[in-house]
């Protein structure tokens, strides 16, 4: 088949749906996988391929995938590893049992999906895995200490499966947006509420003059937020580049963030981030 093929995941909504549309219209033939049922039925009346795909369940994981290569005769050009979410709270609130959830969905789903996929790009000659890390996969901030976690744990696997795949043509890159206009802190408010006990924290106040407003404020946005459709252009190049960057950025923040790190001494950098 000429027509090239890509499986995103987590595109009920935000970056994952707008790069799902945005591949389309290149005339990739896009598997747009979602965690919910519901939602693979809207994308399916919008015209996509849409396997469910819930990160935390290896056999949905399995299934998915095989239905992408029925469909495709065997092969699949592009995976973009982008489903995730965020369990926000001081670290000190969060209990073990949700880091293990956060990273079953954020980690190790990835990891699960991409080995998976990697016997397929081998046979074929040829393969992009593309992960959607963040800036707080770069510099962590407070109150994030969950998500931090996740995403510095993908760096790392990133770039050391980067260096393995050095002499393969299969080529391993990452994406590090930062603020993105998306649902993303709306879906965080149900896994704060699931995990964090804030009420009987000794940060209580804090949660209740900082957090909570944030979280539940219908006009919070972060400076320098940009569309989906910014993550959209890095993905394009990453998929179709003769030869990609091993990481894009994305938004000032991330820029800054990657600079400031380079520069600045740890307690410096903390304080910046800090503030």
């Given at each position: 088949?000429?027509?090239?093929?890509?499986?995103?995941?987590?595109?009920?909504?935000g970056?994952?749906?707008?790069?799902?549309?945005?591949?389309?219209?290149?005339?990739?033939?896009?598997?747009a996988?979602?965690r919910?049922?519901?939602?693979c039925?809207?994308?399916?009346?919008?015209?996509?391929?849409?396997?469910?795909?819930?990160?935390?369940?290896?056999?949905?994981?399995?299934?998915?995938?095989?239905?992408?290569?029925?469909?495709?005769?065997?092969?699949?050009?592009?995976?973009?590893?982008?489903?995730?979410?965020?369990?926000?709270g001081?670290?000190?609130?969060?209990?073990?049992?949700?880091?293990?959830?956060?990273?079953?969905?954020?980690?190790?789903?990835?990891h699960?999906?991409t080995?998976?996929?990697?016997?397929?790009?081998?046979?074929?000659?040829?393969g992009?895995?593309i992960q959607?890390?963040?800036?707080?996969?770069?510099?962590?901030?407070?109150?994030?200490?969950?998500?931090?976690?996740?995403?510095?744990?993908?760096?790392?696997?990133?770039?050391?499966?980067?260096?393995?795949m050095?002499?393969?043509?299969?080529?391993i890159?990452?994406?590090?947006?930062?603020?993105?206009?998306?649902?993303?802190?709306?879906?965080?408010?149900?896994?704060?509420?699931?995990?964090?006990?804030?009420?009987?924290?000794?940060?209580?106040?804090?949660?209740?003059?900082d957090?909570?407003?944030?979280?539940?404020?219908?006009?919070?946005?972060?400076?320098?937020?940009?569309?989906?459709e910014?993550?959209?252009?890095?993905?394009?190049h990453?998929?179709?580049?003769?030869?990609?960057?091993?990481?894009?950025?994305?938004?000032?923040?991330?820029?800054?963030?990657?600079?400031?790190?380079r520069?600045?001494?740890?307690r410096?950098?903390e304080?910046?981030?800090?503030?």
């Amino acid at each position: 088949m000429s027509e090239k093929s890509i499986l995103i995941t987590g595109c009920s909504s935000g970056i994952g749906y707008v790069c799902a549309h945005g591949m389309l219209a290149r005339g990739w033939r896009v598997f747009a996988a979602c965690r919910k049922a519901e939602d693979c039925a809207r994308l399916k009346a919008e015209g996509f391929d849409a396997p469910l795909l819930d990160y935390q369940d290896e056999a949905s994981i399995t299934a998915a995938l095989n239905d992408v290569l029925t469909a495709t005769g065997g092969t699949l050009d592009a995976l973009f590893n982008n489903g995730a979410y965020a369990i926000p709270g001081a670290t000190e609130d969060l209990p073990t049992d949700a880091l293990r959830d956060i990273f079953e969905t954020n980690f190790f789903g990835w990891h699960t999906l991409t080995r998976a996929v990697l016997p397929v790009m081998r046979a074929q000659g040829h393969g992009r895995i593309i992960q959607c890390s963040s800036v707080l996969g770069l510099i962590a901030m407070p109150w994030r200490g969950a998500y931090n976690a996740t995403k510095f744990a993908l760096e790392g696997l990133t770039d050391t499966l980067r260096m393995e795949m050095r002499n393969t043509p299969i080529k391993i890159i990452a994406i590090e947006p930062g603020p993105i206009t998306s649902e993303f802190r709306k879906n965080s408010i149900r896994q704060f509420e699931r995990w964090v006990d804030w009420q009987s924290s000794p940060r209580a106040a804090q949660y209740e003059s900082d957090l909570l407003t944030r979280l539940h404020s219908s006009t919070e946005s972060s400076t320098f937020e940009l569309g989906p459709e910014a993550v959209l252009k890095k993905l394009v190049h990453a998929c179709e580049a003769p030869r990609p960057k091993p990481r894009y950025y994305v938004t000032f923040p991330t820029y800054l963030s990657g600079f400031l790190r380079r520069i600045l001494s740890t307690r410096a950098l903390e304080w910046v981030m800090g503030r």
